[in-house]
């Protein structure tokens, strides 16, 4: 499974931001496919999760205003961001978690795409 996240920049506090992550050798069944975001000095933390079953979860930072969705046909997952504020600033990844959850091999991610929101 490949994973490559785009559409990152800089955008002023306030503005709106549609992240794309392009999936390929993606598998009919898996755990979830999701967004996260990580700070310079801190761990990742999820932004938003679709699960293999369609349910939609989003972390508590972003909840509100980010929107996560899938386009089946192309295979790529959407993040769409508004309302952006300055401690949105981070690396953003998007991940497919497929297989056995104890397995090194659960977790596959893209590289990151980096959003700065200026004031």
């Known amino acids: 499974v490949q994973l490559q996240a785009s559409g990152g920049g800089l955008v002023q506090a306030g503005g709106s931001l549609n992240l794309s992550c392009t999936i390929s050798?993606?598998?009919?069944?898996?755990?979830?496919l999701n967004w996260f975001r990580q700070i310079p000095g801190t761990q990742r933390r999820l932004v938003a999760a679709?699960?293999?079953?369609?349910?939609?979860n989003y972390g508590d930072a972003m909840k509100g205003r980010v929107t996560i969705s899938r386009d089946k046909v192309k295979d790529i997952l959407w993040l769409q961001m508004s309302n952006l504020k300055r401690e949105d600033t981070a690396v953003y990844y998007c991940?497919?978690?497929?297989?056995?959850?104890?397995?090194?091999?659960?977790?596959?991610w893209g590289r990151g795409t980096q959003v700065t929101v200026s004031s």
């Open positions: 991940n497919a978690q497929i297989g056995n959850v104890y397995s090194p091999s659960y977790n596959h």
């Open positions: 050798g993606l598998p009919s069944r898996f755990d979830a």
């Open positions: 679709l699960e293999g079953g369609g349910r939609v």
